[in-house]
Every structure is written in structure tokens, then in C-alpha cells.
């Protein structure tokens, strides 16, 4: 589902699914680690501007600004060492999003406006819509790219195939793996989200066919199998995909879930602001650089006016096995009681109607 208001939204989107309900608001008290406060943090806050306002969309070009978001060390203790290398593998899937706005190019232009080090990639991958809004991306096939430093080189081109289409997420990742492994890495999908029902990444150029959390987890396991927390970070830059669900398939890959409960307001993530920080100091955490993430995703948000409804948080799935075990446990027991009073259903029922509501699915 997609929402719209004066600038496009981006990104959009029985008992147990009310019991779901209730869990979703208990993560965010157990395992999300809350963004700062962009009035008390240290967030520069320019580097963000015109994103999606006067920044050109007919052409990419490298203009280097002033690194925003620098204050993710009191995220975690451990850190890794600065001479470490990380790659950012971004599966890009512009959809309508890019064809119709410019959305995806806007968003290359701003991490183009990030210098990284040697030690940080980023891996690209373009495809999904019917058109780009620059003269660069081939819209006809799936390209990738690769940006270090200060410079943005197409490294390889494949046939047109569906984004939507696990085969296409798996062939993505083996070459990311083959070609440009790393010490820390970052997996990034860009576009549509639709929860844990519709998924992410919907292809226009194939009916608008996503990626299911099954077809996700069915590419990652085929190239992960038998790696223990091969990421450091999953991020979903798209609506809805902060889930139980999501959590749950991605816990076996990653040690943290960067992703919102609601729908994603237009300018997206900053990318220049949570790039540079990763390059100005690449011995960042996963709690860190989400953190990163957030903090330069709610200064945008505030400078855009599109704060209020945000919920981009970081996800520790470390300790989602014991939220799963207690989730289980609450049906059980509501299950339990409710054969010897049915009452239960009704009051349960009456309890999840009171709380927070995400999407604007699950209010019946």
C-alpha cells in the first residue's frame, strides 16, 4: 500500500493476528534500540537538504559535502577495528518510485555526496522500474555498481530479470560475496514494503511481483547456509517490514534489523549522513552504524517535516529468541484459558483494539 501527501510517500506499503498485534509493541520495549533526539544530539543536519526538492534528478554527479552523523558510539561498547573493511550490498529496486519521481536517483546523489575510505564499498544493484531518472542507469537490464571513495564504476551487467524473484536476490548476493567480500557487511532492499504478508521489492516491469519473507530467506540460506550471523545489518529503506516475522527470518543472518514499524515518509534514508559517518570512522559496530542510520533518518524527517509518524529503529536479534519464546507462551496461555472462559477472547481482543496500530491493516 502507498500513502501520499504533498511530497510522494516512499516505500510503501482471528485471535493470533491479534495477538500479533500486542507483540509488535512489546519489541519496541524489549529489542529496539530508540533513536536519538536530533535536538541533543550532536546531528549535522545540511547535509540532508533538497533531496527531494531542488537536487537535479537528470543527472549524477559527485558533490562532496559535510559528513552528517557522528554520534553513534554510545550505541555499544565493542567496536571493531577502524583498518577493517565493510560493504553495503543495496539491492535498488526503483519500481514506480523511481519512474514516476526520481526517488532511487535521489538517493544514489546523496550517497554519491558522501567520500569514503578505501576500506568502505558499496555494491549496487539497479532494477525494478520502467525508467530512471538519469542518464546513467539502464533500465533495460539489471546493472551493477560499485561506489568507493569519491566514484561510482558500472562493474557488470545481466539480462532484464524480475527483482521481485528470489533467483535474482540470490544471484545479487553470490556475486557480492565472490567479488567484494569484507570483514563487516550491510544488506540494504529499497522500495515498496508491505509487512510480513506482501514483503518488499515490487519489480514494475513484472506486475508489481515482491520478494516474500520465504523467497528472502530461501536466497540468503542458499548463499549463507551453515555461516553464523554472516551481516552485521539487514536494513529495509522501505515501509513496514519492522515485523515479528521480518525479525524472525533474519535473526539466522544478521545481528541487527534496521527497518520502520510505519509507513516511510519520501526523503528516505540519508545516505549521505550515515555514510559518511561509516567512513569517517569505519570501526563502527552494527548497533552503531544503526544507530547512525536512525538518528540521520529523524534529523532529514525534522528538517523535512515529515517527523511525526516515524518509527525507523534498530533491532537487536540477539535477544529475539526470548521474545519468541515468550510470544509463544502468551498464545498458549491465552488458548488455555480461553477454553475455560471464553471471556478471554473478548477482553484480549479489546486490549489489542487500544494498541498501537502500524500500516493502518489491523484495525478490524
Known amino acids: 500500500m502507498k500513502r501520499e501527501n504533498h511530497r510522494i510517500m516512499k516505500k510503501k506499503g482471528s485471535l493470533w493476528l491479534i495477538i500479533a498485534i500486542v507483540v509488535v509493541v512489546l519489541i519496541a520495549f524489549v529489542v529496539f534500540i530508540p533513536m536519538g533526539d536530533p535536538e541533543t544530539e550532536d ?7 533538497d533531496t527531494q526538492g531542488d537536487t537535479p534528478v537528470n543527472t549524477l554527479e559527485n558533490e562532496n559535502s559535510k559528513p552528517a552523523g557522528d554520534n553513534a558510539s554510545e550505541a555499544s561498547a565493542e567496536s571493531y577495528d577502524p583498518e577493517d573493511t565493510w560493504a553495503v550490498y543495496w539491492y535498488l529496486c526503483g519500481s514506480d518510485l523511481e519512474s514516476g519521481n526520481g526517488a532511487a536517483t535521489n538517493d544514489l546523489i546523496e550517497m554519491m555526496e558522501a567520500t569514503l575510505p578505501e576500506n568502505v564499498t558499496v555494491v549496487i544493484e539497479t532494477g525494478g522500474a520502467a525508467e530512471w531518472m538519469n542518464e546513467m542507469v539502464d533500465a533495460s537490464v539489471i546493472q551493477r555498481y560499485v561506489y568507493s571513495i569519491d566514484e561510482i564504476t558500472l562493474v557488470d551487467e545481466q539480462e532484464q530479470a524480475n527483482m521481485g524473484d528470489p533467483a535474482t536476490l540470490q544471484d545479487f548476493l553470490s556475486f557480492c560475496e565472490t ?36 523467497e528472502m530467506d530461501q536466497a540468503f540460506s542458499s548463499v549463507y547456509q551453515g555461516q553464523k550471523l554472516p551481516l552485521e545489518i539487514v536494513g529495509f529503506d522501505t515501509c513496514l517490514m519492522s515485523t515479528l516475522d521480518t525479525a524472525n527470518v533474519f535473526k539466522q543472518y544478521a545481528s541487527y534489523l534496521v527497518a520502520s514499524e510505519e509507513l516511510e515518509p519520501g526523503n528516505g534514508w540519508d545516505y549521505n549522513g550515515w555514510l559518511s559517518a561509516l567512513g569517517k570512522n569505519p570501526g563502527m559496530n552494527g548497533a552503531q552504524l544503526g544507530t547512525v542510520i536512525c538518528d540521520t533518518f529523524m534529523a532529514g524527517c525534522e528538517s523535512f517535516g515529515t517527523a511525526d509518524e516515524i518509527t525507523l529503529a534498530v533491532t537487536d536479534l540477539k535477544k529475539l529468541d526470548d521474545l519468541l519464546t515468550a510470544f509463544n507462551g502468551m498464545g498458549k496461555e491465552i488458548l488455555s484459558s480461553a477454553i475455560a472462559a471464553p471471556a478471554v477472547c473478548g477482553e484480549f481482543a479489546r486490549s489489542a483494539q487500544r494498541a498501537e496500530n502500524y500500516g493502518g491493516n489491523n484495525n478490524t
Open 179 to 214: 567479488n567484494y567480500p569484507a570483514d563487516h557487511k550491510m544488506f540494504l532492499f529499497w522500495d515498496h514494503g508491505g509487512g510480513s504478508v506482501a514483503g518488499a521489492a515490487c519489480d514494475e516491469n513484472y506486475g508489481y511481483d515482491a520478494l516474500t519473507l520465504t
Open 43 to 49: 546531528i549535522q543536519v545540511d547535509a540532508y537538504e
